[in-house]
């Protein structure tokens, strides 16, 4: 007797929940190289869901929200937060900057009404690590490193190893009394994220919402690397960062610019580095929410688009900021790659090969008409319509909302 009472105790439902795979959560993902427009499609599903969890990253990410003509900024909240009805989840995977943590809700429930009794509502998983100032300072050197050695792989991995060991300055005491700070504050907050999981995913029925931070291309395993974060921001870190089965994995939402951008040095194959590439990056305020850092711009490419499709299996996609592209007579979007005059079916991992590719455009006609007032499919000129048809024709997969400005009205729903 008092083993099959200890053993109910310690399995929930007596067992019988692998039978029952439960609530599904639904899956936001950056479809690029980050900075799609994930925040405004998680804004927009959070306004009906029970929990937001991130699963991976850091505040590295960042996710701009516009609400009622109020800009917030999020870079380790989960940015459904917003809604008080919201509990917010930060999982295993993601690592933790306590100061930046706190300085975030700060400054986001100085902007609006938006967070008040922010504390009351997140959870954070007891298995997520911290990441401290110095190990930020690190990044910042091997980031300098990088852009300094481009191209020269050994001398840039040799140096990072003896920059292990540098004379690097860390006051200690300073900082530990800093952090003992936190401690009562964020103690409420921790919890067993495991179970947590656990319990939302088999009790009463719940509407549970994953936001990925980073995107596709900076995937530490799928990305381009070495030009990638530190996760894994494809589907499988939701399984990983927050403790859970993939059978509970529901939609799976990709969120895709209307055209490319990438922060930093890399690949870029569509990259227009012209006045194109200007109109682009100007147009579309394209600075980076966390660095500060002028955006690289170019045309949509869909073979790039293919691979993430390839990985996440996108159930469907969230079109952003089409409206920048109501000035340009003529859209190209890249659908091949060739190298050496042949068409590659795949997407290169090797950096050397991707500086390499000739991308193969198709030329589409532009609108040349403001489409930022437009709240529905069929209110969209001819032409918008037409390049919305040809990426879902080109990719398999239907688009569900459509972005043509920076609130919360501006999200068209197809469906």
Request: glycine share 12%.
């Amino acid at each position: 007797m008092s083993e099959s009472g200890s053993s109910s105790a310690r399995i929930p439902n007596g067992g019988g929940a692998s039978r029952q795979p439960g609530n599904k959560v639904t899956v936001v993902l950056g479809a690029q190289w980050g900075d799609e427009g994930k925040g405004k499609v998680v804004d927009l599903l959070a306004q009906d869901a029970d929990i937001v969890c991130r699963c991976q990253g850091g505040n590295n990410a960042g996710h701009t929200v516009v609400v009622d003509s109020v800009e917030y900024d999020f870079h380790l909240l989960p940015s459904g937060i917003i809604n008080p009805k919201v509990t917010a989840f930060i999982g295993n995977g993601v690592v933790i900057h306590l100061p930046g943590l706190f300085e975030e809700a700060e400054k986001n429930v100085n902007k609006g009404k938006g967070l008040e009794g922010w504390e009351k509502r997140l959870i954070i998983s007891d298995r997520a690590h911290i990441v401290f100032d110095f190990h930020q300072a690190a990044d910042g050197i091997q980031e300098q490193q990088r852009q300094e050695q481009a191209g020269k792989k050994f001398k840039v991995l040799a140096n990072q190893y003896k920059s292990i060991y540098p004379t690097l300055e860390i006051d200690i005491e300073g900082e530990l009394k800093r952090l003992k700070g936190y401690i009562e504050r964020i103690k409420p907050m921790v919890r067993d994220g495991v179970y947590f999981m656990y319990e939302a995913l088999h009790g009463p029925p719940k509407k549970i919402l994953v936001e990925g931070a980073n995107a596709a291309l900076l995937d530490i395993d799928f990305g381009t690397y070495p030009f990638v974060t530190s996760s894994n921001c494809t589907v499988g870190g939701v399984c990983t960062g927050l403790g859970m089965p993939p059978q509970n994995v529901g939609e799976v939402y990709g969120v895709v610019k209307a055209y490319t951008t990438r922060v930093g040095i890399g690949a870029f194959p569509t990259e227009q580095n012209n006045e194109t590439g200007e109109l682009l990056q100007t147009r579309g305020k394209e600075v980076g929410v966390t660095t500060g850092r002028k955006r690289r711009c170019g045309w949509l490419d869909l073979v790039l688009l293919r691979y993430a499709h390839m990985i996440n299996g996108f159930t469907a996609l969230a079109l952003t900021k089409l409206d920048i592209l109501d000035v340009f007579p003529e859209i190209k979007v890249g659908v091949a790659y060739k190298i050496n005059d042949k068409i590659i079916p795949h997407f290169p991992a090797n950096q050397e090969v991707l500086n390499k590719i000739e991308v193969q455009y198709e030329t589409l006609p532009g609108w040349n008409t403001d489409i930022s007032n437009a709240r529905t499919f069929d209110e969209l000129p001819v032409n918008a319509q037409n390049y919305v048809r040809f990426i879902e024709m080109e990719l398999g997969v239907p688009v569900k909302w459509i972005g043509v400005g920076k609130s919360r009205e501006s999200m068209i729903q197809l469906f």
